[in-house]
Every structure is written in C-alpha cells, then in structure tokens.
C-alpha cells in the first residue's frame, strides 16, 4: 500500500528522503486517479528500500498543491533530493514506465 503523504510528513518523508520518491496527487472525485490507484499501490510494494511510492490528497493539502503547482490531477511528481525530477501527467501510464521511472534517478 503506498504511504500518505501530507503537509506534516512531507518534508520528512519525501523532501528529506535518501531515495527517489514518487508522489501522486489524488482525490476522491477523480475517476482517473482511482484507476490509477492500484498501480501506485502495487508499485510501492515492489520497490520497499530502493525508492518510496506515496500520496497526497489534494482536498486534504492545498498548501502542497499550491506549492507543486497542481492543476490536474493525476499528477505524478517525481523527487530526489528533494527535488521534482521529472512528471507525468494524466493516467496513461503503466506500473512498468513509472518504475523505470523512478529507479532512473536511484
């Protein structure tokens, strides 16, 4: 299951990560975002100590929203070092591509 990530883990969490994090802006109402939603589940098990799989809500962390400049969701932020590396918009994405993805920037 992908970790949750919010304004109070954030820094710690992803910021501050020693491996590359994936993050997923979602909401509740976003159809695509749910389908989604397993693969990003999935892809953080299979990853468990070479990188980091997680998501933000973006109805419960404006601020993060604001921040990351989120203006359609899904929104797949790629970080390390605390950095945004790379992103992927939209859910036409396989579990495959995103893994490449991120351990890229291991």
Known sequence: MAEQFN???FQSEVIE?????LVD?????CGPCKMIGPLIDQLSGELDGQA???????????NLS???GVKSIP??????????KDQIVG??????ML???LLALA
């Open 66 to 68: 604001v921040k990351y």
């Open 17 to 21: 990560s020693s491996v590359p994090v």
């Open 75 to 84: 929104l797949l932020l790629f970080f390390k070092d605390g950095e945004v």
């Open 25 to 29: 802006f979602w909401a509740e109402w």
């Open 91 to 96: 859910a036409n994405v396989t579990k495959e």
């Open 52 to 62: 980091k799989v997680g998501k933000v809500n973006v109805d419960e962390a404006r």
């Open 99 to 101: 893994k490449q993805k």
């Open 7 to 9: 304004e109070s883990n």
